[in-house]
Each structure stands twice: as C-alpha cells, then as structure tokens.
C-alpha cells in the first residue's frame, strides 16, 4: 500500500504537465512552435481517450491475471513518457521543432490512451488487495498525498517557466 501511495505523489507530475493543460500547451505551442489548429487536435483526442476507457471492461473481464495486464499497459503507458523527452532533448541537439511536435504529440496520446485502458485494471486490482473497511482511509491518504505534490509542482514549474524562455524551457519542461 505505501507503493501505491509513493506512485500516486510521483503519477501526478504527468497529469499536471503533460495533459491537455497550460503546461503541454506552452511547451507544444511556444517552444516547439505547433500550430493551435494541432494543439486543438490533440488536445481533443486526449480529452476523448476516456471513451477508451470502455475498451478495458472486457479486457479485464478476460483476463486471467490483472496485475499482469495492469503492468504490461502502464508499463507500456510509462515508456512513452520517454519519447516526448527525447524529443525534446532532439531539439535541444539541433532537429527540426516539427519532428519533437510529432513525437511529443504521438507519445502524448499513445501515453492517454494506454492510461484509459489500463485504469480500470489498477483499480481491480486495488479492490482485490485493501480490504473494504480499510478503503476510505487509503484512498484519503493517496489522494492527500496526490493533491499535496499537484500543488506544488503546479507553482514549481509556473515559476520556473514563468522565468526562462527559448531553448532552456525545453529542460525545465523535462
């Protein structure tokens, strides 16, 4: 349980920069330069992806092991993370802007679609481990937890990005 409760304070720094926010919008439009008819697109997409989410009910429905399942999407999930700091490490060597929009959008969606499918597995799976009496208590604390680390790095990287410009706030994203 305190697992879940460390990955749920470390879970949070994506969904605070790398949803359809102010922070994965900034980074797209301003230091890659992306067009907003793109950015809108998805953005859109990313919203939807929760739709997707219905894909995971039979799945997990089937599946004979939802811990392995949880952990093969979100590993999966996870990894595409990577791709977006690659690509913003590419631009920071010298590549075109639009191949890091490319990535950074492609990994972006791929990131919430295998999110969307994967949820509803970890949630299963935390039904089948914390006892019901215990449940209320231990979603409080994560969420506490969740809520707390949200805050600060919501205000730790305004400032941050409120303060530099141009290729280094590609680094600060990242």
């Known amino acids: 349980m305190k697992i879940s409760l460390i990955s749920g304070g470390v879970g949070v720094f ?30 859109g997409v990313m919203t939807a992806a929760g739709i997707i989410n219905l894909v995971s009910i039979p799945l997990y429905a089937r599946t004979k092991n939802r811990k392995r399942t949880w952990l093969i999407l979100t590993g999966l999930q996870r990894i595409s993370a990577f791709a977006v700091a690659g690509g913003a490490f590419s631009v920071a060597a010298g590549a075109p802007r639009t191949n890091a929009i490319t990535i950074t959008l492609v990994a972006g969606v791929t990131y919430t679609l295998l999110g969307a499918v994967s949820g509803t597995g970890w949630w299963a ?13 231990f979603f409080g604390r994560r969420s506490s937890i969740v809520q707390a680390v949200n805050v600060v ?22």
């Open 14 to 43: 994506w969904f605070i920069i790398c949803l359809p926010q102010s922070f994965m919008a900034l980074y797209v439009r301003n230091a890659l330069g992306a067009s907003p008819s793109i950015w809108g697109l998805v953005a």
């Open 125 to 137: 799976w935390m039904a089948d481990l914390i006892p019901v009496k215990n449940r209320s208590g």
């Open 153 to 174: 790095s919501l205000f730790t990287m305004s400032w941050a990005l409120d303060r530099v410009t141009g290729e280094p706030a590609i680094f600060i994203f990242y």
